[in-house]
């Protein structure tokens, strides 16, 4: 046979015509998740844990040259010989994080989501999980929070990291509970990974009086005609939904299940098993193994049998652009989300 | 239990303390009938000088907080450690006829929630080194005076995160950090000269910024010389001994043959291996 020419992937372009009508331009890699429109915290990660640091000697910081896009800069800049910086080299973060657990010490190991999960993987897996050893692994760029395309839109991470055992995964939603959740894994034995939201972030659980708690789910928010489940920033989505909703005489519980991996499956199948609700799943991440295939698992080994769907995103490499335009793209936004839940009660 | 400067004291010689290691390893191996002789029997000079002339540790207390650190990256050289653990009274002679058989403390690829001694959970290859450079760094936050010693192979040092580390023990002057590369030029392939590694190692890891020395790791002589200056050099920098060793080294009818990486021997073998051995026991 011959060998075929060179190829490449058919062209992804097509030109769209946003929603509102107007393009919008891509922003900054790391833009924050201000638009909100609520009250911000700068930096929750970062001043959470110098805080910490104050009275935690064991504490110790380490990035990939990506320090200030993660929020430890403002620790690295407290406590300047308690940060190493590690260089581009993901593999000898996760490595040289596991030497400092050994010798005593409880480091604080950041990046972007795409890189601890996808190129680190095996070094997180020998030298820190498989030993239990207390490093916690904090990464920016969850899911779709970046227009920069596939090389930078960690919509896999939860998959990936639900696998590996021994691991502790989180996906907070706002500034109050990052700031709680860092305090809380520091004093957690065994690694972790969690999900950051960096820069300014909202603060949205804070009038809800929420206090995180390792391996709780909590319901934020009750009603009685849908049940949705979710993570990350799609809880404060689902929040805002389900106001839109109540104005339309549509009713959902928030039920808010921040840590992905020891999964509350007590409190999921118990609201679940009230039964009379739809349950919807909502996260930033991919239909594939994330949040929303935890739980269904978890209900059909329960023998809960409810109606079930999820909001998540396309089990797709994804489109670089604008974020609000991705996230309307994809189903993620407000408006679609209880469009989307609307229509499944109508069905 | 000794430290270092009571293991000195004794009168027993490396070049006995290597034989041990010989012999362990060619006990444990014919429990299995197979496994990683080669490489035992290879590397016994060089971890009889690690542990019997050059580290500080206690036998009684594997976790002392001021024992020098060993990591061993490369997990399946796990019976090369275990015969050092064994001679060095760490693990206890009756344990090795359990040697790779279920419920033993001595697997067949090191792993640190097995057996005492055992540091780091090798076998993927390519970490050793990066927990090495953060197990360093710790110490020094410590003020610790004790040495990380990571032992590497010659193929392991065509992965690309041994590099990473290398690249990252300069730069925060790992001067108690010591590297000790196995180059038996024998990967599971073929020769590892054939594929990343090259003759040139020494000039390379000089040229990272590291201290190097390259030396016969089956001359036990030139081995004590290189780990003093290792651990003595003045310059705040890491330092690497390069070990040309021979796989099967003492044990002819094995030397011989081609491809040594995972050996299986004839039943009758083994005791004709150690016989072998036995005629050249040293003082």
């Not at chain 1, 929070?145 to 590996?164: C, F, K, N, V, W």
């Not at chain 2, 359990?98 to 033993?104: E, K, L, N, P």
């Not at chain 2, 640190?112 to 959970?121: L, Q, W």
């Not at chain 2, 590291?210 to 030139?222: I, K, M, P, R, S």
Request: aromatic content about 8%.
């Amino acid at each position: 046979m011959t060998i075929p020419a060179s190829s490449r992937r058919k062209s992804k372009y097509s030109p769209r015509t946003p929603a509102s009508g107007e393009r919008v331009a891509t922003s900054a890699m790391i833009a924050s998740l201000d638009a909100e429109g609520r009250e911000t915290i700068a930096a929750p990660f970062g001043h959470a844990l110098a805080d910490l640091a104050r009275s935690r000697e064991d504490i110790v910081g380490l990035s990939a040259d990506l320090s200030k896009y993660t929020d430890l800069h403002v620790f690295a800049e407290a406590y300047p010989d308690r940060f190493y910086q590690m260089g581009m080299a993901e593999a000898l973060l996760m490595s040289a994080a596991a030497g400092l657990a050994r010798e005593g010490f409880v480091p604080f190991a950041t990046t972007y989501a795409v890189f601890a999960s996808r190129r680190a993987y095996d070094f997180i897996a020998m030298a820190i999980a498989e030993e239990d050893l207390p490093v916690k692994i904090c990464c920016a760029l969850p899911g779709l929070s970046t227009g920069y395309g596939p090389s930078h839109q960690a919509t896999e991470d939860l998959a990936i990291m639900r696998g590996m055992p021994n691991l502790t995964v989180l996906d907070p939603c706002d500034a109050v509970e990052i700031d709680q959740a860092t305090r809380v894994i520091a004093d957690t034995p065994g690694p972790v990974y969690m999900r950051l939201l960096r820069g300014k972030v909202p603060n949205v659980l804070g009038e809800y009086g929420y206090r995180f708690e390792l391996g709780k789910a909590q319901m934020i928010h009750d009603g009685s005609d849908v049940l949705i489940i979710s993570s990350g920033f799609m809880t404060m989505r689902a929040l805002d939904a389900a106001k839109a909703l109540a104005a339309d005489g549509v009713f959902c519980a928030v039920l808010h299940s921040p840590t992905i991996k020891p999964l509350d499956v007590e409190t999921i199948c118990a609201e679940a098993a009230k039964g009379g609700r739809l349950v919807v799943t909502a996260e930033n991440h991919s239909i594939t193994g994330g949040l929303g295939e935890a739980v269904a698992g978890a209900l059909m080994r329960a023998q809960v049998h409810v109606p079930f769907r999820q909001i998540a995103l396309p089990d797709e490499f994804l489109d670089a652009g604008a974020l609000p335009t991705l996230h309307d793209q994809y189903g993620i936004t407000v408006e679609r989300i209880a469009a989307r839940i609307k229509a499944w009660l109508e069905d | 239990m000794p430290n270092r400067s009571e293991t000195r004291a004794t009168n027993v010689s490396l070049a006995r303390r290597a034989w041990a290691i010989r012999r362990y390893a060619l006990q444990m191996a014919e429990v299995q009938g197979q496994g990683y002789i080669g490489q035992a029997l290879g590397v016994a000079d060089v971890l009889a000088t690690s542990y019997f002339h050059a580290m500080n540790y206690r036998a009684d207390d594997p976790e002392w907080e001021g024992r020098d650190r060993f990591y061993l990256s490369i997990g399946h050289y796990a019976i090369a450690l275990y015969a050092a653990l064994l001679e060095a009274g760490i693990l206890p002679e009756d344990e090795i006829e359990t040697y790779g058989m279920d419920d033993s403390r001595m697997p067949m690829s090191g792993m640190a929630a097995y057996t005492p001694g055992m540091e780091i959970t090798g076998g993927s290859l390519g970490q050793g080194l990066g927990i090495a450079v953060g197990a360093a760094l710790g110490l020094k936050r410590k003020a610790s005076g004790s040495f990380v010693y990571n032992m590497l192979s010659d193929g392991e040092l065509g992965e690309g995160s041994t590099w990473e580390a290398v690249m990252s023990a300069v730069q925060w002057k790992l001067d108690n950090l010591i590297a000790i590369v196995d180059f038996n030029n024998q990967q599971a392939d073929g020769p590892t000269l054939d594929a990343l590694a090259t003759p040139e190692e020494a000039p390379k890891w000089r040229a990272f910024g590291w201290y190097a020395q390259e030396v016969d790791g089956n001359d036990l002589t030139a081995l004590v010389q290189a780990f003093d200056k290792a651990r003595n050099h003045p310059d705040r920098q890491p330092r690497v001994i390069i070990c040309h060793t021979k796989m099967c080294k003492g044990i002819p009818f094995l030397e011989d043959r081609e491809s040594t990486h995972f050996i299986r021997v004839e039943a009758d073998e083994w005791a004709k291996a150690i016989a072998l051995l036995d005629e050249d026991k040293p003082l």
